[in-house]
C-alpha cells in the first residue's frame, strides 16, 4: 500500500513539473528546477514561481479536497456515484460564494468567502439529505441522483438571478465559479486554501478505519463499535467545509470526486486506509492536468477546467451507472 | 448469576407508527444459553433485537446487558461484548472476506490505533472457525449467500464476544448451510461458552437446538420457556393461524423426542 502511494506521488510530481513546463512560453525542465531554487532567468522565475506554482498549487489543494470529499460521500451514503457536484453540493457552496462576492466581500478574504460557501454546502447537504431520505429508513439512490441534480439546478438558477443584478465585472468573476476555474490564482490565494484544506485533508484520512465499516452498512458500523451519529455528523461538518473552501477557491469543479475515487477503487480496493491518502495525491495529480489542458488547449484563451473534468467526469459516470444498475 | 440479557416491561413504537411494536416485553436470557426468538413475518422480532442492542431506544421499561443499562454502554465497550450478524448487507463496494472480517477488530483497536499480530491472529481464528478461511482473499461479491453469511459469522467472531446475537442468521440458505450455522452456534453455546441470540423462522431447528425459546406474536410474548412448553399445538395454531400437528423428533441421538412441527393442508 505505501509503495502505491509513493508511485502515485511521483506520478503527481511528474504531472506537476509538467505543468510547470507548458503554455504560452515553454520553460525547459531545468528552467523550471532552477526557478524553484531561485537560480533562473528574471523571466522564467517570474513565470514558473509568480504564475505558474500558485496555479499549480492551488489546482493540487482544489483536486485533493473534492476527490476525498467525492471518497467520503461515496462511503457516507454507500453510493459509487455520490460526488459533491452530483450531489448539489458544491452549486450549494458556489451560491455561498456568490452571495458573499455580491455583498461585496473582497475574493481574497480568507475567512468570509470559504465560510460562506460552506454554509451554502451545509445548506445543499441538508436540503439533498431531506429529500431523499425524508420518507423512510435508508436512501434510494434514483431519489438521492435527482435531488441532487434538481437542487444544483436550482441553486444555479438562483446564482443567475444574483449576478444578473450585478455590475458586469462581479458578472464575469461569478460566472466562472459556475463552470470552475483557476485563472484568479494568486500566492494569497494557494495560502488561504491551505489553511483550511492540509488540516481537513490529513484530518479525514485519519478517519479511513471507522468509514471503511459505515461504508458496509451504519447497522453494522453501530454493532461494531462506531457511534454512527457522532461520526456522520462529523464527516458531513468537515467535507461540506472542504467543498466550501474547494468552491470558493475555484468554482463548482464537478466529477473529480466520482472519476478519481472510481479508478483508485479498480487499482487497489475499497479499503479507505488505501482509497482516502490515494485519493488526495491522485486528485491533485487530476486536477493539475486538467488544468493544464484547459489553459492550454485553446490558447491564447482559456477554457473553464470544469468543461474539462465534466469532458472527462460524464462518460464515466453514465458508465457507473449503468454498471449500477445491472447490479440491482 | 447475573444474566446477560434482562428486560423488563419492554415497550416499543416507532415514531411513526400507530401501535406498539413491543409491548411490555419481560426476559432473561442466562449465560450460555442459545436463546431463540421465534414469530411470524412482522411479529417484532428484529425490532426487538435492535431495541435489546439498544440500537432503538425504548421509551418505557428497562433493558440491563451483564448487569447494566444497554445505553450506558460506550459504543465500543459493548462492542467487545456482544457483536451482531444482520440478516444482510448489500455491499455498495467490493471487499474480500479477509477486509470484511477485519472490520471484526475494530472495537480491540480503535479509530486512531494500529492493529498488531494479536488482531491477525483473531481475524485468522475468527475465519477458521466460520470457515471461510479459504475464500480469505475472495471478493464478497462473487461468494453464494450462505458463504457470505458465515463471512458476517466470521467478522463477528473477530471482535471476540461473549456474546453473539444474529437476525435470521438462516434466512435463504439451503439445508446444508442451515444446518451447518446451527451445529455453529450450538458448539458455540455449549463448548466455547457464548451467549447466543438469535432469531428464526425455523421452529423446528429451534427446537431441536435452543436451549430456551421465546414465540412472539404482535409485539406480545406468547410462550417461553423450553421447546417443550413453548411449541405446543394450541399455541402455535393461535399464533401462525394455520393447522398443524406437533410431533416428536424420531432421532437418533439427542434429538429424539424434540417437538417438530408439521403445518396440514388446507382443510377442505
Redo the contacts between chains.
Keep these: 500500500m505505501i509503495g502505491r502511494l509513493f508511485l502515485l506521488l511521483l506520478a503527481c510530481l511528474a504531472v506537476a513539473a509538467g505543468a510547470l513546463m507548458v503554455g504560452p512560453v515553454e520553460v525547459p525542465l531545468r528552467e523550471v528546477l532552477n526557478a524553484i531554487q531561485g537560480k533562473a532567468d528574471p523571466t522564467a522565475q517570474t513565470i514558473v514561481m509568480g504564475l505558474r506554482l500558485p496555479r499549480v498549487i492551488l489546482a493540487a489543494l482544489v483536486g485533493a479536497g473534492l476527490a476525498l470529499s467525492g471518497a467520503v460521500f ?2 457516507l451514503l ?3 456515484l455520490a460526488e459533491p457536484y452530483v450531489l448539489g453540493v458544491s452549486s450549494g457552496a458556489a451560491l455561498g460564494a456568490v452571495t458573499a462576492i455580491v455583498f461585496g466581500m473582497t475574493i481574497g478574504s480568507v475567512v468570509a468567502l470559504p465560510f460562506s460557501a460552506f454554509g451554502g454546502a451545509v445548506l445543499a447537504v441538508f436540503l439533498v439529505l431531506a429529500m431523499a431520505g425524508g420518507r423512510g429508513r435508508g436512501l434510494d439512490t434514483r431519489v438521492l441522483l435527482l435531488s441532487g441534480v434538481v437542487i444544483g439546478a436550482f441553486f444555479n438558477a438562483i446564482i443567475l438571478l444574483i449576478i444578473n443584478f450585478a455590475d458586469v465585472e462581479t458578472f464575469r468573476a461569478a460566472f466562472l465559479w459556475i463552470m470552475g476555474s483557476f485563472s484568479g490564482a494568486s500566492p494569497e490565494a494557494a495560502l488561504t486554501l491551505s489553511i483550511y484544506l492540509v488540516p481537513a485533508v490529513l484530518g479525514l484520512t ?2 479511513a ?2 468509514l ?2 459505515l ?3 451504519e ?2 458500523a ?6 454512527v451519529r457522532r461520526f456522520k455528523l462529523v464527516l458531513y461538518v468537515a467535507t461540506s467545509l472542504v467543498v466550501g473552501v474547494c468552491v470558493a477557491g475555484a468554482g463548482a469543479i464537478g466529477f473529480v470526486g466520482l472519476v478519481v475515487p472510481h479508478g483508485l ?1 479498480l487499482i487497489g ?3 479507505h486506509r488505501w482509497l482516502l491518502p490515494a485519493c488526495a495525491i491522485s486528485g491533485a495529480m487530476f486536477m493539475v492536468a486538467a488544468d493544464t489542458v484547459a489553459r492550454t488547449v485553446v490558447a491564447p484563451a482559456e477554457l473553464p477546467v470544469g468543461v474539462v473534468t465534466a469532458l472527462i467526469g460524464v462518460p464515466v459516470f453514465l458508465w457507473l451507472l449503468v454498471r449500477n444498475e445491472e447490479f440491482r | 448469576m447475573t444474566a446477560v440479557f434482562d428486560l423488563k416491561g419492554v415497550s416499543f413504537r416507532y415514531p411513526s407508527g400507530r401501535r406498539e411494536v413491543l409491548e411490555d416485553i419481560a426476559l432473561e436470557v442466562a449465560p450460555g444459553a442459545l436463546f431463540s426468538i421465534l414469530g411470524p413475518n412482522g411479529s417484532g422480532k428484529s425490532t426487538l433485537l435492535q431495541v435489546m442492542l439498544g440500537e432503538l431506544a425504548a421509551p418505557t421499561g428497562s433493558i440491563e446487558f451483564g448487569g447494566r443499562p444497554i445505553r450506558q454502554w460506550s459504543r465500543r465497550a459493548i462492542a467487545r461484548q456482544v457483536a451482531f450478524v444482520p440478516q444482510g448487507e448489500p455491499l455498495a463496494f467490493p471487499l474480500t472476506v479477509r477486509q470484511l472480517v477485519e472490520m471484526g477488530r475494530f472495537p480491540h483497536v480503535g479509530v486512531l490505533g494500529r492493529s498488531g499480530p494479536a488482531d491477525e491472529a483473531a481475524v485468522l481464528r475468527a475465519m477458521e472457525r466460520a470457515g471461510v478461511q479459504k475464500l480469505a482473499d475472495r471478493s464478497i461479491n462473487t461468494l453464494s449467500g450462505g458463504e457470505r453469511q458465515r463471512a458476517r459469522i466470521a467478522r463477528a467472531l473477530a471482535q471476540e464476544p461473549s456474546t453473539l446475537v444474529l437476525d435470521e442468521p438462516t434466512a435463504a440458505l439451503d439445508l446444508h448451510y442451515e444446518m451447518e450455522t446451527f451445529e455453529l452456534m450450538r458448539e458455540l453455546a455449549t463448548e466455547s461458552g457464548f451467549t447466543v441470540v438469535l432469531a428464526t423462522h425455523n421452529l423446528n431447528l429451534a427446537a431441536r437446538y435452543a436451549s430456551n425459546l421465546l414465540l412472539l406474536s404482535e409485539g406480545r410474548i406468547q410462550a417461553t420457556g423450553d421447546p417443550a412448553s413453548v411449541l405446543t399445538h394450541e399455541t402455535l395454531e393461535r399464533v401462525y393461524r394455520w393447522p398443524v400437528v406437533v410431533t416428536p423428533h424420531p432421532g437418533p441421538g439427542s434429538d429424539a423426542g424434540a417437538p417438530q412441527v408439521l403445518p396440514l393442508s388446507r382443510p377442505d
Design positions: 461515496q462511503a454507500r453510493n459509487p485519519l478517519l478505519r471507522p471503511n465499516l461504508s458496509v452498512g447497522q453494522s453501530f454493532h461494531l463499535g462506531v457511534d477503487r480496493g475499497s479499503d
